[in-house]
């Protein structure tokens, strides 16, 4: 029997009961004007993003689409909160903060499938394992969660948190392990400070959170409002995911106009990193499953991730029924389906 399926937020999803294609917006005369702000200066995560802008993109799915980087990394989800934006690319533990905060937000896509926090070490005896930790000085970002990482990464290890001195320096992970400040750093990207402490030769020791206990989580997402889904704007957002989807099957056949499209907006960017981390960030761009569209989120993966951050005291409480999350507007979800 078909049905139409009943939407998580009531989203408008523009199509008849059991209708599969995606919506156009050829006929549209008046182009929809959305706000994305980044997490943070553009760079290669972000390569797809604009890759779907310098293609014309967001202009074909009716869009006029205006991409800003945040004033201070802070700023993207309490400036989305306040109406400031439409849309921000965030962190999935930073989305739960907001919400258990009383933040009306919705994650609407995940743009990086994978954690990218690591934790990183350089010199002649670097960190290989975790139970080296022990008496090592560890810097992080002073950020509540990866201090929960790095308690959860030892306690998997069995060794005493005691034994570890967790050192605050800010965002400046990498010139303290170049220094010797600390002994190993928790908050380094494998895929950016990685590639970049490579390629000048550093020899850096990546070690992956979710591969020492930490429960695997998508690293950026896109984030919405959910009133504004609920009040009319689900239609372009649905749009906007479309466009950003073929934005990155462009990036994966090629990477280099990518790396172009964020030369255009940053001429001061190293060219060589900026193709090396797209590359490396290739197949984290989309689900481990193919028959997944690209943005599509885990809700199972991101239970268990909320439940951990329950139990290390992150969050006042659990998800219930207020789901951080819907699948819906991705291209192919949410137009219909057989039950």
Avoid at 304 to 325: F, H, N
Wanted: include cysteine.
């Amino acid at each position: 029997m078909t049905r139409c399926i009943v939407p998580l937020i009531a989203l408008l999803l523009l199509t008849g009961c059991g209708e599969k294609a995606e919506p156009g917006s050829a006929s549209k005369t008046k182009k929809d004007q959305l706000t994305l702000m980044l997490d943070y200066f553009p760079n290669a995560d972000h390569a797809g993003i604009y890759l779907a802008q310098a293609a014309g993109d967001y202009d074909r799915a009716g869009l006029d689409l205006e991409i800003q980087p945040p004033p201070d990394p802070a700023a993207p989800l309490k400036l989305l909160a306040a109406g400031k934006v439409d849309l921000a690319v965030s962190y999935e533990p930073e989305l739960l903060l907001a919400r258990d905060k009383g933040a009306d937000l919705i994650a609407v896509a995940a743009v990086v499938q994978e954690p990218l926090t690591s934790v990183m070490s350089l010199g002649k005896n670097p960190i290989t394992k975790p139970e080296e930790l022990r008496g090592k000085k560890v810097g992080t970002a002073g950020i509540p969660y990866q201090s929960a990482y790095l308690r959860s990464i030892l306690d998997e290890a069995g060794v005493d948190p005691g034994t570890v001195e967790e050192i605050n320096v800010g965002f400046n992970l990498t010139p303290a392990m170049v220094s010797g400040k600390v002994d190993a750093t928790l908050g380094s990207f494998w895929n950016y400070e990685g590639v970049d402490l490579e390629r000048r030769k550093k020899n850096p020791r990546i070690l992956r959170v979710d591969d020492l206990g930490v429960p695997t989580y998508n690293e950026l997402i896109i984030v919405a409002r959910a009133p504004d889904l609920k009040q009319g704007k689900a239609p372009a957002v649905r749009r906007f995911l479309q466009a950003l989807s073929a934005g990155h099957t462009r990036l994966r056949e090629n990477p280099e106009a990518g790396v172009d499209a964020l030369l255009e907006v940053d001429d001061g960017l190293d060219r060589g990193l900026q193709s090396a981390v797209v590359k490396a960030t290739l197949d984290s761009f989309f689900p481990g499953d193919s028959d997944r569209p690209f943005g599509y989120m885990d809700e199972r993966a991101w239970a268990t991730y909320a439940e951990w951050m329950v139990d290390r005291d992150l969050l006042k409480q659990p998800l219930g029924a207020s789901q951080p999350l819907t699948n819906l507007l991705l291209p192919g979800e949410g137009l219909g389906a057989e039950r």
